[in-house]
């Protein structure tokens, strides 16, 4: 079992930033991929970023790729997720996520909601 904790999110205006964090406890952190994925009210759940085991590989959703930042510390169990020039559609519940493959993840944690004003 893996448990992960969110925690960053918040009120931002439009063009600011944020960081959220997202602890990890349980299982080997570093056996795992890492993912972002957020839903917005009356939407699906939706990919946002991931990060391979080492960090040195990352992927993003079209709509955030230049803006967001995904990032992680093995040694702290810790994933981040930095968000720059945040757009009112950002605005939904941000979940963090683990899994053994890069396209199923087995973990999820409770979400920390993120609201961008205009």
């Known amino acids: 079992?893996?448990?992960?904790?969110?925690?960053?999110?918040?009120l931002v205006q439009a063009g600011g930033s944020l960081r959220l964090s997202c602890a990890a406890s349980g299982r080997t952190f570093s056996n795992y991929y890492m993912g972002w994925f957020r839903q917005a009210p009356g939407k699906e759940r939706e990919f946002v970023a991931a990060i391979n085991w080492s960090g040195f590989s990352t992927y993003y959703a079209d709509s955030v790729k230049g803006r967001f930042t995904i990032s992680r510390d093995n040694a702290k169990n810790t994933v981040y997720l930095q968000m720059n020039s945040?757009?009112?559609?950002?605005?939904a519940v941000y979940y963090c996520a683990a899994g053994i493959y890069l396209k199923k993840y087995e973990y999820w944690g409770q979400g920390t909601q993120v609201t961008v004003s205009s």
């Open 1 to 10: 079992q893996v448990q992960l904790v969110e925690s960053g999110g918040g």
């Open 86 to 91: 945040l757009k009112p559609e950002d605005t």
